[in-house]
């Protein structure tokens, strides 16, 4: 059973920076199209940044310049840097895997981590 693990939320003033992970575990034959998410209250969850197997990354526009996101050592393992931090992203962060087809994998599933917490204090 997949399952999809979030590290490295924090509370933090503005300007500074994190390291969030995602780590998928339980799947032998996938590889994973990986995307982060954030939702911060009231909003809407929305798009932060993506990583194909490839390494072929896309950002949302309002963090080009300050995200990266980059693929680990381990597998199926992303980071998410982000630097010069602002009120503005404080948000729960999720890391969904999106399975790949291939001969021995089911492509096209989903799996949602459950969040880890970015708070920018001003």
């Known amino acids: 059973q997949v399952q999809v693990v979030e590290i490295g939320g924090n509370s933090i003033q503005a300007g500074g920076s994190l390291r969030l992970s995602c780590v998928v575990t339980g799947s032998a034959y996938c590889k994973f199209n990986m995307t982060w998410y954030r939702q911060a209250p009231g909003t809407e969850r929305a798009f932060v940044s993506s990583?194909?197997?490839?390494?072929?990354?896309n950002y949302e526009t309002s963090v080009k310049d300050r995200f990266a996101i980059s693929q680990g050592n381990a597998k199926n393992t992303i980071y998410l840097d982000m630097n010069n931090l602002q009120p503005e992203d404080t948000a729960m962060y999720y890391c969904?895997?999106?399975?790949?087809?291939?001969?021995?994998?089911?492509?096209?599933?989903?799996?949602w981590g459950r969040g880890t917490q970015v708070t920018v204090s001003s």
């Open positions: 990583i194909d197997p490839d390494g072929n990354s």
């Open positions: 969904k895997a999106r399975s790949v087809p291939a001969a021995a994998c089911r492509g096209g599933t989903d799996y």
